[in-house]
């Protein structure tokens, strides 16, 4: 079937289970859409998503079959997870989410719940089930950076001195929650950690974490941080960071480097 074919109404049981949650990403599945993603993740041998399983469903669909199962139990969500198929992680993590999301409801706030999550969700990135670069950005600014805004961020150092390509980006990707809500200090610190990480994803996660630093906190924030910093940063961030600036000023800091 295609991928672009409507989600069928799956009727789903008080407890739904990874075998339903298959069975529906695979209705969605197109297999000249699995070889373009294939190649568009990067799933050649040594490159960053080396083996990656792919089943050709857009993420729309992909979407739309996390919705239907949005009380998937947690053991359930892992079950997906540890599997190859990169749509059942995707769709593992949209859940994730969502359960995330209604234990942090003010008035129901459940935070035992959220924790459990939390830890659940930072042991599959260490395990390596988080890896690729749009499981990172679909999942670290909702679960890890929600949960910490209240909390010591002592976190996200650890994760930004691990070797790990995809640990560090979840660090930078956490600290978007934080400049939705208007702190831009701990993107700031992180950036200058991994200012000499050259990483293609890395780069443009702290070139496109700084750009938002300008755009949604303060212009003048993302200037004076690339005054002190941009002579030692990579073509790459910069390019990104830069990127809502006037054309004088691109010129300008590129000329710094």
Known sequence: MRGNSPTPEVPVSE?????????????????ADALHLQRFFKTGVGEYGEGDVFLGVRVPATRKVATLFATLPLKQIGDLLDGPVHEERLAALLILNARFARASKPRSRDDAARAEMVEFYLDAVRR??????????????????????DKDRGLLFELAQRDSLWERRVAL??????????????????????????????QKALGWMLREVGKRVDPTVL????????????????????????????AAYRAMR
Not at 17 to 27: F, G, K, S, Y
Not at 173 to 184: H, N, R, Y
Not at 185 to 198: F, P, Q
């Open 223 to 250: 200037t004076g941080y690339l005054d002190a910093n941009a002579a030692g940063m990579g073509r790459t961030a910069l390019s990104y960071a830069v990127e809502h600036l006037t054309p004088e000023q691109r």
């Open 128 to 149: 390596g089930r988080v890896n690729n670069w749009d499981l990172v950005d679909a999942s670290a600014e909702n679960i890890v950076g929600p949960w910490l805004l």
């Open 173 to 202: 990707l956490s600290t978007f929650a934080f400049i939705k809500a208007g702190d831009p200090s701990t993107t700031l610190e992180l950036a200058t950690i991994l200012l000499d990480d050259r990483r293609d994803l890395i």
């Open 15 to 31: 407890l739904p289970t990874a075998a339903q949650v298959r069975a529906a990403l695979a209705e969605q599945a197109d297999p």
